[in-house]
């Protein structure tokens, strides 16, 4: 199977900084792309942004560009989302999710989730 597991979430104040790491892990063969959604207390879950693999070329929401910015390291099948500048807006918890290849999968791959970690902005 493959698992992502998230960290890095927690408390910060307005206009602090926080960066966010999901590992993936399991029988992988490819990664396809990765990329980290939000979902704030009784609202949907929302995009955030993907970076596509082996180019590394990411994608933003309009609400987070300039401000956060996706990263990977392709050696440890990580993916890496740095927020600067927080506001109370982005208080949410955080998921990881990648579309992913396992050994023996579909080329196409499947989408994983992570647990989700929480960010909270508040003075």
């Known amino acids: 199977q493959v698992q992502l597991i998230e960290s890095g979430g927690g408390p910060v104040q307005p206009g602090g900084s926080l960066r966010l790491s999901c590992a993936a892990s399991g029988r992988i063969a490819s990664i396809n792309r990765m990329g980290w959604y939000r979902q704030a207390p009784g609202k949907e879950r929302e995009f955030v942004g993907i970076?596509?693999?082996?180019?590394?070329?990411?994608y933003y929401a309009d609400s987070v560009k300039g401000r956060f910015n996706i990263s990977r390291d392709t050696a440890k099948n990580t993916v890496y989302l740095q927020m600067n500048s927080l506001q109370p807006e982005d208080t949410a918890v955080y998921y990881c999710k990648g579309t992913i290849r396992r050994m023996g999968g579909a080329l196409e791959g499947s989408d994983y989730w992570g647990q989700g970690t929480q960010v909270t902005v508040s003075s």
């Open positions: 970076i596509g693999w082996s180019a590394g070329i990411a």
